[in-house]
């Protein structure tokens, strides 16, 4: 299978929109209002990569291997990247970023793990944490006040619970799935 395919091309500019949406996130002095749209803009088309070469490899047979390691580098990247730029930004508690990243690197590492039994697809509570996850983010990235702030607030604390439920879950599902067929060594 070719590794050079539409999807993957995805996967890699969304690692290549990294640099670039922190570059906005941190134009001036951080908080200037047209960069951090711009940072926004940068992080959504990043975001709706995401979305699209998942779909895009499994609909038209354009799953590689190269995708199936790439892709949650590259989604990892991206939320790493603007969660640890916005606390060090002031406008997220570093409490926050530890409790997220530290499930998806952990996540991350277990699916790794995993591979040798096979891939453990996302649950739809992991797309809906993903989406949640990118919505909560996108918010703190835009310069929000007010109402809006609260609002940011609400949709993260619905990040952080779903993140931290469906990181059990996936670990649960991890362990069944180990115990249920045989080591691959």
């Not at 050079?4 to 640099?19: C, E, I, S």
């Given at each position: 299978?070719?590794?050079?395919?539409?999807?993957?091309?995805?996967?890699?500019?969304?690692?290549?929109?990294?640099?670039?949406?922190?570059?906005?996130?941190?134009?001036?002095?951080?908080?200037?209002?047209?960069?951090?749209?711009?940072?926004?803009?940068?992080?959504?088309?990043?975001?709706?990569?995401?979305?699209?070469?998942?779909?895009?490899?499994?609909?038209?047979?354009?799953?590689?291997?190269?995708?199936?390691?790439?892709?949650?580098?590259?989604?990892?990247?991206?939320?790493?990247?603007?969660?640890i730029g916005?606390?060090?930004?002031?406008?997220?508690?570093?409490?926050?970023?530890?409790?997220?990243?530290?499930?998806?690197?952990?996540?991350?590492?277990?699916?790794?793990v995993m591979?040798?039994?096979?891939?453990?697809?996302?649950?739809?509570?992991?797309?809906?944490?993903?989406?949640?996850?990118?919505?909560?983010?996108?918010?703190?990235?835009?310069?929000?006040?007010?109402?809006?702030?609260?609002?940011?607030?609400?949709?993260?604390?619905?990040?952080?619970?779903?993140?931290?439920?469906?990181?059990?879950?996936?670990?649960?599902?991890?362990?069944?799935?180990?115990?249920?067929?045989?080591?691959?060594?």
């Open positions: 299978m070719r590794v050079t395919n539409l999807a993957n091309v995805l996967t890699l500019l969304r690692l290549v929109l990294v640099p670039v949406f922190l570059l906005a996130l941190f134009a001036g002095n951080g908080h200037e209002t047209p960069s951090r749209i711009i940072a926004f803009v940068v992080f959504a088309v990043a975001v709706i990569t995401d979305r699209f070469d998942g779909a895009l490899a499994r609909s038209y047979g354009m799953v590689t291997e190269f995708g199936t390691m790439a892709d949650p580098i590259a989604d990892k990247t991206l939320v790493g990247a603007a969660l916005l606390s060090m930004l002031g406008d997220l508690h570093w409490w926050v970023t530890v409790v997220i990243l530290a499930r998806e690197v952990g996540i991350t590492v277990l699916r790794f591979l040798r039994h096979g891939v453990i697809p996302a649950s739809r509570g992991g797309k809906l944490k993903t989406l949640v996850q990118a919505v909560a983010i996108g918010l703190f990235v835009l310069p929000v006040s007010g109402t809006w702030l609260v609002v940011a607030w609400v949709v993260m604390a619905a990040a952080i619970v779903l993140t931290v439920v469906t990181g059990l879950d996936y670990v649960a599902s991890a362990a069944r799935d180990a115990r249920g067929r045989p080591s691959a060594g």
